[in-house]
């Protein structure tokens, strides 16, 4: 090992060590080896110095040598004589460790430095006397205290003290240097040396919000932070802790640093995972003393009874047989690890497994070492839901049986609602037939599902997760769109009327899809003339479109091609030459100053703006042609004239969307309140109502189709 300052803090550490088990001649004798030999620069060759008169005080040459060092270091520092002539560091007979104590507590008390009060906060020393130091503190104003006074009531704070930035640079500034990407490391050094080189991050965040950051920003900041701090080989958690950082004034080697974050995690399987992004490292030595410590946490561990030993063995086995690393020690094999669970608790140790690759792990095991091993797979897939465990499965002795935990799945799908709609996302139409499932039954079963999932929602049971499969089961059978239609749809085009008439049948025994049963009725109508008596509705009455009211985001072809390019001129054009103009105004010089700068950061923010509205808008737009619209009622596409039986003159109104209105010139968005009242009159039809306090008695003329 080299004497150079990069591993100078090791070497006074080591020395320590070796005072303690072999006694302080042996350690100062290191020192003094270290010190006459090492290429240190001044403030560790301080540092060692101090360290042997901490061990033979009264080695008057080591003083000298450190008062000589002390010279060359504050030479430009006025108080110098002052502080070695009155902190008794040239006196032999006075204790020397309380002297050096004292004069480098005095030493910086300088004009000029920045100071801190426990009930004044914050000052600057303004002037010192002989006697006295006058210090001007932000709140509080000029004071003048006794040297002794204030050399015992105050601490001096580097200008580089969070305090101190705070106090002298501007909030805008200092937020912009946080907030820099390349600063991260800075912003660190400056919170973690403020407070004698450690802190956690709930202190950096005090410190930061929201005088510098607002939470967001801090957010932000906290990521990028703790990614430095978990990379930076100045950084390190500090010994004990879990949430404390050390600034270093060495580096820590990777592996150190890895060991550091393992010792200080509770968790077991945080410590795993650290393991784990070790042997990620590029050339990880497996060899080493921090990787054995490491590991030997896993053994002891695995002596452990019950489930936690078994998660170890898994992790250990995992080390040995599928990373080669023979020296890894398993005091037991699987299947005693296996039979200490209770094998109704398996499942349950299996689900608490919370890393994939021990799951997997666990599956090999059991797969070479159980008799009945893919019965105990079957059991373990409702709670395992991969291709990876099908493929298992069909390794085993019972080749079809998994068209079997098809057939199973279909008939208890209320019983485990989601491994039966894992099994239906995931297996073909032919995997189903072979397992005897139809396509016309596995569509009832899904059906019948829907309906057992609202009944839950209407009843307040497991809302949150029966919301997540009703929305699953009404996309994939209730969707109808101009580019997508649901399987409820893709069967109707197929069936005959009996099989239409059973579909809709069971539709309207399903709470809660009102919307969907009026619009499966509608298509059932367009495909069959018999609809009234596959509907059931009587058979004098026409279907009641007055119920079917569009939701969604209807527009007409030309001003879809034209948001299109709107949207394409915008991404493509304009966010490009905006960004340019956004380079070009911060050469400008001050950002605070500059209007040109925060004129392009406002149009920025209008641009993506816009943006995000027309990707969302243009992605779910349905676009409605001339001859799609029905002219026999009030709808998206017509124009129509009505009388306003309150002035007795005519008025006529467009309904298109939202895109195309224009209220100046009468053309309506069909969602607006005025045209969700007419939307469906017929011609000759009154309808009174009432938007925003104002009454309206319309009659329509005359219904005409639109131009667009």
Known sequence: MGLKGDNSEYLIGLASKIADSMG???????????????????????????????????????RDKLVELWREKYKDNPRLDYCLNNTGILDDYLNINVAIENFEKQIEFVEGAFVYHETW??????????????????????????????????????????????????????????MDKTKVEWGLRVLLSSFNNQASLKQMKAELTPSILSDKEWSTWQSAAKKELSTNPYFCIAEGTTDVYVLRSTPITLEEKMLSLFRSSKDFYDKLKIMKDYLSMTDADTDSDEFMTMVNYFEGRAQISGTDGAVAFLVLDNLKNKKGMSFVQIGATFIEYYNRIDAKDRKKFFVSIQDNELKRVFIENVMSNVDNWQEVLIDLYPVYMTQYMADCIRKGPKKNVIYKILAEAAANCKDN???????VKNFSDKDWKTAKISKEKLLFDKLSLLATVNRKIGNSVDVADNKKRRDQLVSALLTYTKTEQGEVYDYIDDADASQAQKIYSTLKGIPGIENEILSVKHYI????????????????????????????????????????QELDH??????????????????????????EYQYAKDKQKNLNFMMNKLTDETSIAQIILPENVDTQYVSFGTKVTFLDKKTGSEVQYTLLGPWESDPYKNILNFKAPLGQAIYNMEVNEEKKFNINGVDYDYVVKKIELADF
């Open 24 to 62: 302080t001649e042996k350690g100062v004798y290191f020192l003094h080896s270290i010190y006459e030999k090492g290429n240190f620069d001044i403030n560790t060759n301080v540092e060692i110095l101090k360290k042997i008169i901490h061990f033979a005080p009264h080695d008057t040459e080591t």
């Open 121 to 178: 906060k914050l000052g600057r020393i303004m002037k010192i006397t002989k006697d006295e130091m006058q210090i001007q503190f932000v709140g509080k104003g000029a004071h003048t205290m006794s040297l002794k006074m204030a050399l015992s009531s105050l601490r001096v704070l580097q200008k580089r003290h969070i305090w101190v930035l705070k106090a002298a640079v501007p909030k805008e500034k200092l937020n912009a240097q946080f």
């Open 417 to 423: 609602p989601d491994f039966f709609l894992y099994l």
């Open 525 to 564: 109508a367009s495909k069959f003339e018999d609809w009234e008596a596959i509907t059931g509705d009587n058979p004098d009455k026409v279907i009641d479109k007055k119920k079917l009211i569009p939701k969604g985001f209807l527009c007409t072809k030309a001003m879809f091609e034209a948001k299109s």
């Open 570 to 595: 915008i991404m493509n054009v304009e966010i490009p030459e905006n960004s340019k103009e956004i380079g070009t105004a911060r050469d400008l010089g001050d950002l605070r100053e500059n209007s």
